[in-house]
């Protein structure tokens, strides 16, 4: 068996039908998933990530300043530890170091990463650093949307979308295992409403792919972890010419081969697929396939190599099977009901 942690909004503002933190039994044989818990906790328990060991899980609650710890019992079910207030507004996205000292979290209209202390017993301790994306204006700031390691776990990439007080950018930081603090080595501002939100590396950590929400844009980067400088390369279009509707980019992955960079597209409910060029790492569009739901907020691959993909407002996960030679998603018609579903971790 395996297990699937699911995220799920909860609250009339984001007209949310989620109940908590949903947790799945996954049949390796059939694919067939069973809620095995659906565990009520402080609102919007949106992007969860695991401890190096997989015995802990953590989670932000979006659109309020608050970050929860879970201890993974033998069953797989879930065990509320402790929330802590980082006084941060909006936390999206959370990971951990590679020596399991340290829980990321990024906030959005906070604008700052948080480094918050781990400690034995899996629960968050005390904020231990933060750093800031300033804004167009003194007490202003840019709205960060990710908190993504490079392979080694030694630099963050960290994007902003910026909004109307901020800039529009991806940074790369170095980062001090010890402290937990950060330090700037790469920075690229997008163009004025662009709005970077989530990139991806692939696996020889030279390369890095960075989707831009509003301008509906894939950026190719060239990283060099030696001096953790990054320079942009490429960009292309998310969506096809022909469309001219209202579209958001939302996620962005490498897929398990190397070969493809997938993005997701919200309100025109697309997932665009490209090839990898192996030598230059350079992408090529091969094709649009659509979502089989509303909103596809976020995807990701299991460990089979099936793509998940998470349809927010459809209230559905989707199942694709990814062909790596080709490039090609086949749906699987493994629909799993899941109410606002917006984050996928397996186990």
């Not at 959005?108 to 017993?121: A, F, N, S, V």
């Not at 596809?296 to 407002?313: K, S, T």
Request: proline share 4%; with cysteine.
């Amino acid at each position: 068996m395996s297990y699937a942690y699911v995220g799920c909004r909860t609250t009339k503002e984001r007209n949310a039908r989620g109940k908590g933190l949903c947790v799945y039994e996954i049949n390796d044989q059939t694919g067939v998933w069973k809620l095995v818990q659906c565990l009520e906790t402080e609102p919007n328990p949106s992007y969860q990530t695991m401890d190096q060991e997989k015995k802990f899980l953590y989670s932000v609650h979006g659109d309020f300043t608050k970050v929860s710890s879970y201890q993974i019992l033998a069953d797989h079910t879930l065990k509320h530890l402790n929330t802590i207030d980082i006084g941060g507004k909006n936390p999206v996205d959370i990971t951990i170091d590679k020596e399991n000292k340290h829980v990321i979290v990024a906030t959005l209209q906070g604008g700052t990463l948080y480094t918050i202390e781990r400690k034995e017993d899996g629960s968050l301790g005390d904020v231990a650093a933060t750093y800031t994306y300033e804004g167009k204006e003194e007490g202003k700031v840019s709205t960060i949307h990710q908190c993504l390691w490079d392979q080694r776990k030694n630099y963050l990439f960290a994007c902003a979308q910026g909004r109307i007080n901020g800039y529009g950018q991806m940074r790369a930081l170095r980062y001090s295992h010890e402290t937990g603090t950060f330090t700037q080595t790469a920075q690229f501002f997008a163009r004025t409403w662009d709005e970077p939100r989530h990139a991806a590396v692939h696996p020889n950590n030279r390369w890095v792919y960075m989707c831009e929400e509003k301008g509906n844009k894939v950026l190719y980067f060239q990283f060099d972890e030696k001096t953790g400088a990054m320079e942009a390369m490429q960009e292309l279009s998310t969506v096809p010419e022909t469309i001219t509707s209202y579209s958001d980019a939302s996620e962005v992955c490498v897929d398990p081969s190397g070969r493809y960079v997938l993005v997701s597209n919200r309100y025109t409910d697309s997932i665009a697929v490209y090839r990898i060029d192996p030598v230059t790492g350079y992408l090529k569009n091969t094709g649009f396939y659509s979502c089989l739901g509303k909103t596809p907020r976020f995807f990701c691959f299991a460990p089979n190599g099936r793509c998940f993909v998470a349809n927010e407002d459809s209230d559905t996960i989707v199942e694709f099977e990814f062909d790596s030679a080709t490039g090609q998603l086949f749906p699987t018609l493994n629909i799993i009901p899941t109410g606002s579903p917006v984050c996928i971790v397996f186990a």
